[in-house]
Structure formats: C-alpha cells, structure tokens
C-alpha cells in the first residue's frame, strides 16, 4: 500500500470497491480460482507523497496481500497488477469448497487477521510501534475490512456485488510546541497517546516536532486524551478532558502547547467537583491550588475542588526525606495525577533530583484511592531507589487505568512490591526495563490486577529470591507478555512467573 499526494477533503480516502471478473483456469478438487479489480480511492495516483495539510489518499501497490475469510477458513489473494488508473487485479484459490452465495470478507493486510476475523496480538502491537510518518502508518496498521458475497461458477470464483474495504483507523497529525508565552517547537524522540488513561498508540523517531499517528477511531470522555513526549531527559504533557472524537477513515491535525513534567510539581487535576484528602501529611509539607500561595499542613487537610482545578504538591525546602505514613485518599473528587513527585523530597531542586535517599519513600502513598483514574503523566524519575521506595504506591486504586512509567534500571529490595495490588482497572502495565531483578523487588506487584492484560519485563537476571513471587496473580486469562531476547522465563510459569494463556512476544 503506497501513500499518495494530499488532496481535496479532510477524510482519509481508505475506501476501495472491489468488482467481478472471471478466469477460466483449471481448479483442484475443493479448490475455486478467485481474481477481481479493486479501484483506486480517487485522486492523485502519484506514487511520491506529498503534503497540502488537507486530506491523505492511498494507492495499492503489487503483491499487497489482501485475506479472504470464508465459512471459517482464511485465504489470501495478492495485488498482481496495478494498472494506469490505479485499479488493481487480485488473485487467489479459494479452499474449503465454498459455494455460491456464500459470504466473504475482505481484510487488509492479510496477516493482520485470523480465520474468525480476530486481530492478530503482532498486528495490534504495531499502534505502539509507529514510527511518526504516513509511510508506516499505512504499510503496516492501514487495517481494512468488507463484506460481500462469492459468486462461483464451475472452477472460476469472483465477487456477487461491489466490496468496500474501509479502513478502521484514523490519523492524527500531531505538532508539538511548549506552553511558552511564544511558543517553541518540541522535538521529541518518542509520542505516547492515551485515552481514558489508556495507551491507545506509540510512535518513535528522531527528534521532531510533527508526528502522524494511526489510532483505532475513539471518543473520549473523563479521563480524556492525554499526549505526552519525550523531549531529551523531560516529559511533556498535554491533556484535554473530553470533547475529543476521532472516526475511522478520518485525517485530523492539531498543534498541541504541552508542559514539561520534569519542572512541574506532583499535580492532582480534579475530573469532578469534590475533595481531595490528604491524611498524616509530613510536618510543613504544603500544597498550591491553581497556582496560588503555597499553604503547609499540620495535619489531616481536606481540599475543595471543582472541576478543572489544580492542585500542587511540595514538601519543606529538602528536609523531608520519606512520606511513609502520608496517604492521598479518602476524597470525593475524580482526580488525575501528573508531575514530578520529587516536588516533595526537593521542594526547589526537584527538576534534576534523581536519588531517593530513605526507605519507604513513597511507600503506600495513594492507598485505597479510589478516585485516582490516570496516573501516566506522573514522573517518577530517581535512578537511585530506596528499599520498599513505591511499595504499595497505588495498592486498591480500583479506577486507575494508566500507570506512570517506571524509568529506572538498577532495582532494590521490595522497590515495586505490591505496587498495583489490587488496580483492577489497570489493563497495561509500566514497561519494566530493568535487565537484573533485586530481591522481591516486583513482588505481588500487579497481584489482582483483573483486567490487566499486557506486560513487558526486559529482565534476562531474574534470579533474585522471590522477584516475581505472585507478581501476575489473578490477572486477565489471556494477555501478551514481552520478554528480552535470550531470557529464559522456562522455570518461572503461572502467577509467579508468565501466566499460561498468554502469548510470548520476544523484543
């Protein structure tokens, strides 16, 4: 599938009408000769693309694979010609013995799908492997499906009526800027779009401030659309909460203004009118509500909030070393979470503070919210960790569906130990990028995460005791585990280890 020059509307042109057209070749028994022409979309049929910031048409291209899925059984036709006008002739063999009048669908690419019309776990692993440009978007995720009928006459098959293969994405083009008073552009090396908290696409590249990425359609609600950026050592977020619909076979552009995380304190956004309750904080630890006087707490605090307000954390100067005994929760308000926690260990420093000097840090620090939906735009940027530092971080948030990234390489005891226990909303977890595991160090970490169906660990040490002790108990049934090439996970099976009716992917 080629990309072609921009034209006319802004509707992604992903439609193509396939019609009849018989062949006299002998077949096997069982087998059907199928062949017929698929028209191009319209438009320019220019094999260079070409951007006017209006509208993206496509091109077949020859030996593009298209399924056939019939009565259970999956074959493929292939582009063999592509004539002047940019229609194209497929060929294949029906097997199975189908007959006439049965029905068929069309799908594109043709390894994307499996005999029952299922995305295939690879396929769907491609939205979070783009790399920023048309080109990759519609060489490898430009999914398309269409329902017709087979006529079948003798040994020759061909379609009964015109097919339309639509395309099930759409694309949005996406320019970064900062949220500087006169705006710079944002070269970023990697882009990361959520909605509702979760990952719905990922594209990396060199550093560039344009990126086009292909996302199954949506609309979004609370939560929102969150898009966040690598910018060199910093994050960058830009979060709208609600009124965004994306509709398949749709072009969208849009210029974000996106802050750094690494500059932002700890932020609770409040989703809802309500409160937010801060229980046992550390003496003078203070909060800032949208962007007023810093205020310190001396005891349990209950903040009102309405629906967009912003409340900042910091601790006292650097005196405050650990939050153990600290919880946020208990409030009314639906809240999410983004900016660097460190705000509260360095109140001024925060930006470049990476050293968690005290055990327990954070241990327990969101317990039981169950108001916290989004996490993903918290930084958690120490590379040197503290024993049990985000123990129990987030145990029983029963509304979180994202999970902040976990950066560091060089684990501790107990470091990420039962730090999602019981986050039975969370369907992805952090990748886990470390290559040596510490002693309990993912212990019950995603122990009762119901719904939590996708994990990559990088780990090719995991012989530390009890590393992984009930880590991915009472998860979904089937998911997709990602493990380093070269790790032997053979003596690690079930909750302990991956759990059996998952699929193994290698990166």
Same mark, same amino acid.
């Given at each position: 599938m080629k990309v072609q020059r921009l034209i006319g509307t802004a509707v992604l042109a992903l439609v193509m009408a396939a019609?009849?057209?018989e062949i006299s070749e002998p077949a096997?028994?069982?087998?059907?000769?199928?062949?017929?022409?698929?028209?191009?979309?319209?438009?320019?049929?220019?094999t260079a693309y070409t951007e006017d910031g209006t509208s993206i048409s496509v091109a077949w291209s020859v030996n593009d694979q298209i399924a056939l899925i019939h009565t259970g059984v999956k074959d493929v036709a292939t582009v063999t010609a592509v004539d002047a006008s940019g229609k194209a002739t497929i060929e294949g063999t029906l097997t199975g013995s189908p007959a006439d009048g049965d029905n068929i669908t069309l799908a594109y690419p043709a390894?994307?799908?499996?005999?029952?019309?299922?995305?295939?776990?690879?396929?769907?692993?491609?939205?979070?492997?783009?790399?920023?440009t048309l080109k990759f978007i519609q060489d490898n995720i430009d999914f398309r499906l269409g329902n017709g009928k087979i006529a079948v006459q003798g040994s020759n098959a061909w379609l009964k009526e015109d097919v339309t293969l639509e395309s099930l994405i759409a694309v949005w083009k996406l320019t970064l800027q900062d949220d500087a008073s006169t705006p710079n552009a944002l070269a970023a090396t990697e882009l990361r779009l959520r909605v509702g908290g979760e990952l719905v696409a990922r594209a990396a590249s060199t550093a560039k401030s344009e990126y086009y990425v292909g996302v199954a359609p949506f609309v979004s609600t609370s939560p929102g659309v969150a898009v966040e950026a690598t910018v060199g050592a910093d994050?960058?977020?830009?979060?709208?909460?609600?009124?965004?619909?994306?509709?398949?076979?749709?072009?969208?552009?849009s210029t974000v203004s996106m802050a750094s995380m690494l500059h932002t304190p700890l932020t609770l956004e409040a989703l809802t009118d309500g409160t937010i309750v801060v229980n046992g904080p550390q003496s003078d630890m203070q909060y800032s509500k949208n962007g007023g006087t810093k205020t310190s707490m001396t005891g349990?605090?209950?903040?009102?909030?309405?629906?967009?307000?912003?409340?900042?954390?910091?601790?006292?100067?650097?005196s405050i070393d650990s939050y153990y005994g600290t919880w946020i929760t208990g409030g009314t308000a639906s809240v999410k979470a983004y900016g660097n926690i460190m705000s509260l260990v360095d109140e001024t *420093?925060?930006?470049? #503070?990476?050293?968690?000097?005290?055990?327990? $840090?954070?241990e327990d620090f969101f317990y039981g919210n169950s108001e916290l939906t989004d996490a993903s735009g918290l930084l958690l940027p120490a590379t040197e960790l503290a024993g049990s530092c985000y123990g129990s971080m987030f145990y029983g948030c029963t509304s979180l569906t994202a999970a902040p990234a976990l950066p560091a390489t060089t684990l501790t005891g107990y470091c990420y130990a039962s730090m999602f226990e019981g986050c039975t909303s969370l369907t992805s977890a952090p990748a886990l990028a470390a290559t040596a595991l510490a002693v309990d160090c993912y212990f019950k970490m995603f122990y009762g995460c119901s719904k939590l169906n996708s994990v990559t660990c990088l780990a090719t040490d995991i012989s530390a005791m009890d590393c992984t002790y009930n880590w991915l108990k009472d998860v979904a049934a089937a998911g997709t585990f990602t493990k380093a090439a070269g790790a032997d996970w053979? *003596?690690?099976?079930? #909750?302990?280890?991956?759990?059996?009716?998952? $699929?193994?992917?290698v990166k």
């Open positions: 019609c009849a057209k096997a028994s069982g087998e059907i000769h199928f062949t017929a022409t698929i028209p191009a979309a319209g438009g320019n049929t220019k390894d994307a799908v499996d005999a029952s019309q299922n995305l295939d776990p690879a396929a769907r692993d491609k939205f979070y492997a783009q790399d920023g994050t960058y977020l830009y979060c709208k909460n609600g009124g965004v619909t994306l509709g398949e076979s749709k072009y969208y552009q349990n605090t209950t903040i009102d909030v309405k629906t967009g307000d912003r409340v900042a954390f910091y601790g006292a100067g650097n *420093g925060f930006a470049t #503070a990476t050293k968690l000097k005290t055990s327990h $840090t954070f053979s *003596g690690k099976t079930g #909750a302990s280890g991956i759990p059996s009716g998952w $699929t193994v992917l």
